[in-house]
């Protein structure tokens, strides 16, 4: 049966035609990163966050996704860029290795909560102590389009905010309890709601997330 939490089928079929325009705050980034900051992209799709970080002179960036198409997309769009495929048997990085991990829209493709429990579980143990780390995903949206989706995949889940696309997948947006929950074992530094588009060009709200271990 196919893994709700990692619908690789999907993401390799749409790997060549998707873009994505999640928009990350550098300037907050930069703040608490040093460029020689050792940093974890987890769920990099084609690299674009990698590739812009590294624009930014980051040199020791990592960027990890479960889909194998995605990973060819990137190592052939940015061939200077360090992208691997996850690892069929989950995250292998040892302990305390890395500065910061981020997380760029890929909650949202990992649509239980015990899916994305145990995924922060696991960068927690790669982060070193007081490491940063840096989500940006979507909150519950109050527009009727989404609202009528949620209600009418509520039974269906099990949960409010998580929805199948026509397209074929299955995604999940927050609210603000869950991130409050989802994060509690971090420090928060900041936390913003700004507006963003989505893979599908529609307006939305997002948030982000900075915390440290
Ligand atoms: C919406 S895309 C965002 C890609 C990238 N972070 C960006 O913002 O450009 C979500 C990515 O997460 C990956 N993904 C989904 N579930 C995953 C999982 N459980 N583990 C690792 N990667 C996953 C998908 O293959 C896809 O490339």
Redesign the pocket.
Known sequence: MA?I????N???KV?WE?K???P?NLPLLQTHLPLSSKIL?????????CQKLADEGYTNIV?????A??IQRGNKLYPGLSLEV?PSSGIDYPDNSFDAV?????L???PTNA?QQS?LTDLKRILRPKGIIYI?DYVLQDDERNQQRYQHNAEEFGMYGVFRLPEGTILRHHSIEWIYTLTADFETLDLAYPEVLT?NAHRAKAFQYLGSK
């Open positions: 893994d939490n990692n619908q690789i999907y993401w390799n790997a998707k994505f325009t999640h990350i992209d987890y769920g990099c799709g084609y690299g674009r966050v960027g990890i996704d479960s889909s198409e995605m996850l981020l997380l760029i829209a890929v949202t493709c990992i899916g995924l940006s893979m």
